[in-house]
C-alpha cells in the first residue's frame, strides 16, 4: 500500500510507515517532466544554460525568460513548474537585497543557497502548502575584491569551526542545485529536468574538478550538452538560453549576464555538428556489423 502513496499522500506532515513523504516524491515527477537545466562549474566562471520547450509558434523567441539574476553577481535556473520557479527566483532576490541591506555587500552564492534551501524545506513541513515542484541551480562568482562584513578586518575566528583555512583563496565561482525537499550540495556541474541522466553523463566526462576548463568552452560545452540532452524528445522544437558569470577580470567583470549573441550561436553550431559526426560514427558501426 506504502509504495503508491494510498493515504499517507494527502498531507506534507504525513510520513508513509517507510519513511517517505509521498507529496515530495510528486514534487520530483514533476521536475523531472521539465526542460533540461544545467550548471557548470570553471575555473574563472561559472555557465547556466536551459532547454525551453517550444509549446506553440506563437511564442516570441527570446521572450520568458527562464534564468533570473537574483543579484549582480548570481544568477538562478530551474526545472519544472515555471510559476513555481518564479517564486522561487522572487524569494532569491528578497534574501540577497535584505543580505545587502544588513551586510553593505552582495550575499556569497553559498549563503544564498543555504537561505533557500530552508525556505524550500519549510514548503515540505505543513499541510496548508505543497513542496516546490523545482529543482533550482544557483550560481554565482563570489568577488575576491569585495571588503569583509561592514568593511570590518579581523572579525570571525581565526581557527577551528568556521575559522580561517592557511592558503585558501576569498572569493570565486560557486555552484549549488537545490531540490524540492530542501537538500542541497555544492557541485563542479550539475543537471536536472528530463534530460538530466544524459547530461549527468556528458559532465561526468569532463573532469570538471580539475578545474582546467575555461569560461568559454564551458559556454561550447553547455549547449552541446543541452544538445544530447534533448534528443530523447527530439520531436519537439526548442530554444536554448544561455547565461555566464565571469571572474571580476573576465567577459562580464563579475556580473551575471546573458551570453552574447554571436558566442551562443557559434556554440550551438559546433554542438548541432558534434551530434551530426556522432550520428555518422553509429550508422558506420551498424553498417560494418551488418557486414559481418
Known amino acids: 500500500m506504502t ?4 493515504g499517507y499522500d494527502l498531507s506534507n506532515s504525513v510520513f508513509s510507515p517507510d519513511g517517505r513523504n509521498f ?13 533540461t537545466s544545467i550548471g557548470i562549474k570553471c575555473k574563472d566562471g561559472v ?9 506553440s509558434k506563437l511564442l516570441k523567441p527570446g521572450a520568458n525568460k527562464r534564468i533570473a539574476t537574483v543579484d549582480r ?3 538562478i535556473v530551474s526545472s519544472g513548474l515555471i510559476p513555481d520557479g518564479r517564486h522561487f527566483v522572487s524569494r532569491a532576490r528578497d534574501e540577497a537585497s535584505s543580505w545587502r541591506r544588513t551586510y553593505k555587500g552582495p550575499i556569497p552564492t553559498s549563503a544564498l543557497a543555504d537561505r533557500l534551501s530552508g525556505y524550500v524545506q519549510a514548503y515540505t513541513l505543513y499541510s496548508s502548502v505543497r513542496p516546490f515542484g523545482v529543482t533550482a541551480i544557483v550560481g554565482g562568482w563570489d568577488s575576491e575584491t569585495e571588503l569583509p562584513v561592514d568593511g570590518q578586518v579581523g572579525v570571525g575566528p581565526q581557527s577551528g569551526s568556521g575559522g580561517k ?3 585558501a583563496k576569498a572569493g570565486g565561482p560557486g555552484l549549488y542545485m537545490i531540490e524540492p525537499s530542501g537538500l542541497y550540495w555544492g557541485y563542479y ?9 544524459a547530461a549527468k553523463a556528458e559532465l561526468e566526462k569532463l573532469d570538471l574538478s580539475s578545474g582546467n576548463l575555461s569560461l568559454l568552452d564551458g559556454v561550447k560545452e553547455a549547449a552541446r550538452i543541452i544538445y544530447v540532452a534533448h534528443e530523447d524528445s527530439k520531436d519537439k522544437e526548442f530554444e536554448l538560453e544561455m547565461t555566464w558569470i565571469s571572474s571580476t577580470d573576465g567577459p562580464t567583470k563579475g556580473r551575471h549576464e546573458e551570453v552574447p549573441k554571436d558566442i551562443r550561436e557559434e556554440a550551438e ?5 558534434s551530434l551530426e559526426g556522432d550520428d555518422e560514427e553509429e550508422e558506420e558501426g551498424t553498417g560494418e556489423r551488418m557486414e559481418e
Open 3 to 6: 509504495s503508491i502513496g494510498t
Open 23 to 35: 507529496q515530495v516524491e510528486y514534487a520530483v515527477k514533476a521536475v523531472e517532466n521539465g526542460g
Open 47 to 55: 555557465v547556466l544554460a536551459v532547454e525551453k520547450i517550444v509549446t
Open 73 to 75: 553577481n548570481i544568477g
Open 165 to 167: 583555512v592557511e592558503g
Open 189 to 197: 556541474g550539475a543537471a536536472t529536468g528530463k534530460g538530466r541522466q
Open 269 to 273: 553550431k559546433l554542438a548541432k555538428k
